[in-house]
């Protein structure tokens, strides 16, 4: 509900209290990296999901409703603000995080922008994955 709500740090908050009694719960995980997009927490959002991605791959294809994501403007705030720091220091987690956000959104540019960012050393692996998943699965037209 604080998610539909666009009450991204009470929804932060509570994703926080869920995962600290059903530690890694994968719905709770997911709700709290877009949490954290919706209130700006990118650097906590790239981190999470990484996390997200280690603990739960099953949740790596998936794609969430639009009441379980932050509106299209704040995706629209977020590209923004990744794209400005994919060419600093930590521009791999922002990369995957902007390539997440496009899949959810269902953006095939803004995945392949933002796997781009991620190098082929230590992350090349994961990128070959996500490009595979998100990048060269069939498209059926399904909506998130």
């Known amino acids: 509900r604080e ?13 926080n209290r869920v995962l ?10 997911a709700g709290r990296v877009h949490a954290q997009l919706g209130a700006g927490l990118y650097r906590a959002a790239a981190i999470n999901l990484r996390k997200m ?3 739960h791959p099953e949740l790596i294809d998936a794609r969430f409703g639009s009441r379980l994501l932050p ?4 995706v629209d ?21 902007l390539a997440y956000l496009g899949h959810q959104v269902g ?8 796997l781009e960012a991620l190098p082929d ?19 059926t037209g399904d909506k998130p």
Do not use: C, K, M
């Open 20 to 29: 600290l009694l059903a530690l890694d719960h994968p719905l709770a995980s």
């Open 53 to 55: 991605i280690a603990t």
């Open 77 to 97: 705030a977020a590209t923004a603000v990744l794209r400005q720091r994919l060419s600093g220091p930590d521009g791999a987690d922002y990369g995957l995080l």
């Open 107 to 114: 953006n095939r540019e803004l995945v392949h922008e933002g």
């Open 3 to 15: 998610l539909a709500a666009g009450e991204f740090f009470n929804a932060e908050s509570t994703f």
């Open 71 to 74: 509106p299209l403007e704040r």
């Open 121 to 139: 050393g230590e992350d090349g692996t994961l990128r070959a994955l996500l490009e595979r998943l998100w990048l060269n699965a069939p498209t």
